[in-house]
C-alpha cells in the first residue's frame, strides 16, 4: 500500500502528515495496536541491496536492530542536513511495540541516481511516500496482518510455511494438469 505528498511545506510539517496517513494506514489494514510513542530511525536504501526481497528484508532489519531510535526533532534535524540531496523519502513502521512505534525514514539521494539524472532532479524537492509491505502469504484485501510479519517470530514462520507449502501444491498440480492436457 502508498500513499503520496508532496506539497512544498516545511521538513517538519512534510515528515508530520506523512507520519499521520502512515498510522491511518497502518490501522486500516493491520491488527495490531499501534503506540502513539513515536521514535524514527533513518535508513539509506542504496545501503540494502540483495538478489531478492528476501534477503533484502532480512539485511535491513540487520542494519535496523543497530540503530539508535530518535525523537521526531532529532530524526528532522538529521534530514534537514541532506534534504536537498533527497530524491526519495518513504516512511514505513519499522517496528510496533506495545510502548513505542518505530518509523523508519528511509530515504534515496540524488547521487545514487546516476549522472544522467543530474540536470532534470537537480532543484526537485523529495518526493514523499507512506508505505506498508505487505506479506506474501496475506490471502486478500480485507485480511489484516501483523504490522511486525517482516521481523520474524513464530506466526511469520508459520504462515510462510503455510504458504509456501500451498504455492508449491498448486504449482505441482498446474504442472500436473497442464502435462495431461498436452498428453
Known sequence: MIMHLNINKNIEEQIENL?????????????????????YILSDISKVESENFFIQRRNRNKLNKKKRPKSFNEAISDLEEIYDSIYDINL???????????????????????SEFDK???????????????PPYRKNDKS????????????????????KTVYRYNRLTYSIVKHRINS
Open 19 to 39: 507520519t499521520i496517513r502512515l498510522l491511518e494506514m497502518v490501522n486500516l489494514y493491520c491488527w495490531n495496536d499501534i503506540s502513539e510513542n513515536l521514535v
Open 92 to 114: 514505513y513502521v519499522y517496528k510496533s511495540e506495545k510502548h513505542q512505534t518505530i518509523i523508519d525514514i528511509r530515504y534515496f539521494l540524488k547521487s545514487d541516481l546516476g
Open 120 to 134: 532534470t532532479i537537480a532543484n526537485n524537492p523529495p518526493m514523499l511516500h507512506c508505505k506498508i509491505t505487505l
Open 144 to 163: 489484516k496482518f501483523d504490522i511486525n510479519w517482516e521481523l520474524g517470530g513464530f506466526r511469520y514462520n508459520w504462515n510462510m510455511f503455510w504458504w
